[in-house]
């Protein structure tokens, strides 16, 4: 009788205090922008802002054998809706040396539908956000509470554009999807108690860990973000900004960004386009931000986002991380050699970098070969062969979305592309 | 014998204060759980049929879990809205324009 009393008595009493830094961080060190991308900047061009120019695939150097084997196993399966097993591919573009020289659609999928990107939204974020900055609107090395007041309070203030953008806030965040979503913080910000004001909602979690000193992936930092954007323009000007900043300067058409019911583009989730367009985002990076003669991200913006976020060197990786990479919100290729870590992608150059969205989206970028491609897919279940993966994963590389699987084909399609630039990048190196 | 009861309580104190605590310090996810769901499905099932322009038959394949029952799927193809039934909650998402796509009420 007596241990019941206690323990509901303990129970009850229970307070949960939140964690967070109280201590304030020492200066950080300004990120300052500038200098050429890793890679050689396409300028020559002929822009497909109206439509992408089109040619063979021999045109451009490519083996149409093995592209057409590529194509062969990214729709071999159009994986039926009841078991949803196989690699269920929307749609898939090539675009090589500034042509569309691949393309093809299923699953009811055409080259007008605005596909769900889920976090291939991220790095289109990146890239209206480097607008902003190009503007002058803001500066990476801005705190949040500069521009937004509720994030004032707690430490969160302290969180620099720069941190959210190299997803390093340190904001007390759960990322986990549908098969973890009770305490999945990005389950709450997108459906039920942040869903009025993601924004708000993400700084409201509070501190984990000092601004910058530690990387997590998190949607809630992309999608705070846009909501320190939406502060800086005010919601008139907020609500057609990713149109006049980037999607009509870059003839992304087809284009929906969703916001949430504050006004604030969810960055990191809800932007839809065709896969055509996503190419075009592809091509704006690797002419460094420049369209049409005219620059509409600044001096090395495209290089500071292709750099490894300091922070990720400084995190303990797990089987699930080890593949990440992160530039600033796209994916690298560079490993990491001081902890033998090789590049993810083994069978694609190393300055490779993409945006990539759950279920099997992903936008490739691969400089050296001058070629962008993009693969829309909605993939449940995938091979075994990704690190972390071990739930109901499909040990037959045939029967299921395999990235390495499909890069090397791809690779296989680009003739010389196969030992092009693969030496791992040193840390601090870009 | 009084022994017994002592540790059985004990023990059951315990437990039921780890439980308390576990609320405590979670309650914020747990209690909005029952709305995951209903607004996921909502959500989801408007943006398919209204920004992709599938049809409700591919939309209700893509948003399919095994998990939670689903009670019911409103579907106001003139209004441009969907509404779920689930877990003793109600959401509902309407799409708002050609630029913004859908958003949870």
Redesign the interface.
């Given at each position: 009788m007596v241990g019941l009393v206690v323990g509901l008595g303990v129970g009850l009493g229970v307070s949960s205090g939140g964690c967070g830094s109280a201590a304030a961080t020492e200066e950080a060190t300004p990120v300052v922008l500038g200098g050429p991308p890793p890679f050689e900047v396409q300028t020559a061009r002929e822009w497909p802002t109206a439509g992408w120019p089109s040619a063979t695939p021999a045109e451009v150097g490519l083996d149409p054998a093995a592209l057409a084997t590529l194509e062969e196993y990214l729709f071999a399966r159009n994986g039926d809706d009841v078991d949803r097993r196989g690699l269920r591919t929307n749609a898939f573009v090539l675009i090589k040396d500034g042509k569309l020289v691949a393309e093809r659609y299923a699953r009811g999928y055409s080259a007008e539908t605005a596909m769900l990107t889920w976090s291939v939204s991220k790095s289109i974020s990146n890239t209206i956000v480097g607008c902003a900055v190009h503007e002058g609107l803001l500066n990476l090395s801005d705190t949040i509470g500069q521009h937004y007041p509720p994030a004032v309070d707690g430490g969160v203030g302290l969180v620099r554009v720069t941190d959210l953008l190299r997803m390093s806030s340190g904001i007390d965040w759960s990322e986990t999807y549908e098969t973890s979503p009770v305490f999945s913080s990005v389950m709450g910000m997108l459906y039920t108690r942040g869903r009025a004001d993601m924004a708000a909602f993400v700084a409201s979690r509070g501190l984990a860990a000092e601004p910058g000193t530690r990387w997590s992936y998190s949607s809630g930092d992309t999608t705070l973000l846009m909501g320190v954007l939406r502060t800086i323009l005010g919601d008139e000007r907020n609500a057609d900004y990713p149109w006049v900043a980037l999607f009509d300067r870059i003839g992304m058409k087809t284009a929906v960004f969703e916001r949430d019911a504050a006004g604030t583009f969810v960055g990191s989730s809800y932007l839809y386009a065709s896969a055509r367009d996503l190419a075009k985002w592809g091509m704006l990076l690797l002419s460094d931000g420049v369209w049409e003669g005219e620059r509409l991200l600044p001096e090395g913006w495209v290089r500071y986002t292709l750099t490894m976020a300091p922070a990720y060197y400084d995190t303990e990786l797990t089987p699930g991380t080890v593949d990440d990479n992160p530039g600033a919100q796209v994916y690298l290729n560079h490993g990491d050699p001081a902890r033998d870590v090789p590049p993810p992608w083994p069978a694609a150059p190393v300055d490779t970098f993409a945006a990539q969205g759950h279920w099997g989206k992903s936008i490739f970028v691969f400089p050296s070969l001058d070629m962008i491609a993009v693969r829309m897919g909605d993939d449940r279940v995938y091979a075994c062969d990704i690190p972390g993966h071990d739930e109901s994963c499909e040990p037959d590389p045939a029967k299921a979305y395999s990235k390495n699987r499909y890069l090397e084909l791809l690779m296989a399609a680009a003739p010389g592309a196969v030992g092009v630039g693969t030496t791992p990048v040193a840390r601090g190196g870009g | 014998m009084r022994k017994v009861?002592?540790?059985?309580?004990?023990?059951?104190?315990?437990?039921?204060?780890?439980?308390?605590?576990f609320l405590?310090?979670?309650w914020?996810?747990?209690s909005?759980?029952p709305?995951?769901p209903s607004?996921?499905e909502a959500?989801e099932l408007c943006?398919?049929l209204f920004?992709?322009?599938?049809?409700q038959g591919?939309c209700e394949?893509?948003i399919?879990?095994e998990v939670v029952g689903i009670d019911g799927r409103d579907f106001d193809v003139d209004g441009k809205r969907v509404t779920v039934r689930a877990l003793w909650s109600e959401n509902s998402a309407r799409y708002v324009s050609?630029?913004?796509?859908?958003?949870?009420?």
């Open positions: - | 009861f002592k540790i059985a309580g004990l023990v059951v104190g315990l437990a039921l204060a780890a439980a308390a605590t405590l310090l979670n914020g996810a747990l909005s759980f709305a995951l607004s996921y959500k943006s398919c920004v992709e322009g599938r049809t591919e394949a893509f399919r879990q050609r630029r913004h796509g859908c958003v949870l009420d």
